[in-house]
Structure formats: C-alpha cells, structure tokens
C-alpha cells in the first residue's frame, strides 16, 4: 500500500516538472519546478493523504495530471491557434481515473 503511495509522488514530481517545462521560460524551467515542488510538498492536505496512504493521493495526481493536460491543450489553442487533441484526451483519461480513484470524486 505504501509503495504505491511512493509511486504516486514520482508522478506527482513529474507532472510539475511538466509544468515547469512547459509554461516556465526555458532558461528558469529548473527554478519554477522546485519552488512549486516545495509549495506543492508542503501543503497540509498533501502531508495528510501521504502520511495515512489515502485513496485521495491518487485522485490528488489524477487531477493534477487532467490540470496538465487541460492547461497544455488551451495554453498552445490560445498562443498559436493550433489543436493538440493528444493534450485534451490525456487531460480528460486522466480526470477519468481521478474519478475512479475514489467513489465520491464526482
């Protein structure tokens, strides 16, 4: 049960590295990613569901993923005009398994 915990944060880690990579300028890309790792470690609720290996960790990641991809595919409609549908299906796969993640996400 903990390792899946353990798991979850490595997707965590990455899907604001994912962030920083792409809405940081590239040359600051490294410094946005560990003041929002540090924010993002530091928030009750995280502590919370990671100390007790709650299923709400994992709809925590799946929103955080659907957050990602949702963001992506507007950012890039808005900026160039152009229609990332890869970035729209992964938002909503991942608010999906959010919602799967525990009976009452909805």
Request: hydrophobic share 60%; net charge positive; glycine share 10%.
């Amino acid at each position: 049960l903990r390792a899946m915990v353990g798991l979850l944060l490595l997707v965590d880690i990455a899907i604001l590295w994912g962030f920083a990579r792409r809405f940081a300028p590239p040359d600051t890309a490294r410094r946005y990613f560990l003041v929002t790792l540090v924010v993002f470690l530091s928030t009750p609720i995280f502590i919370g569901v990671t100390a007790l290996a709650l299923p709400d960790h994992a709809l925590l990641t799946g929103l955080l993923g659907a957050t990602l991809g949702f963001a992506s595919f507007l950012d890039r409609w808005q900026t160039r005009g152009e229609t990332r549908w890869r970035d729209l299906f992964a938002g909503a796969v991942a608010l999906g398994l959010a919602g799967l993640a525990k009976y009452n996400a909805a």
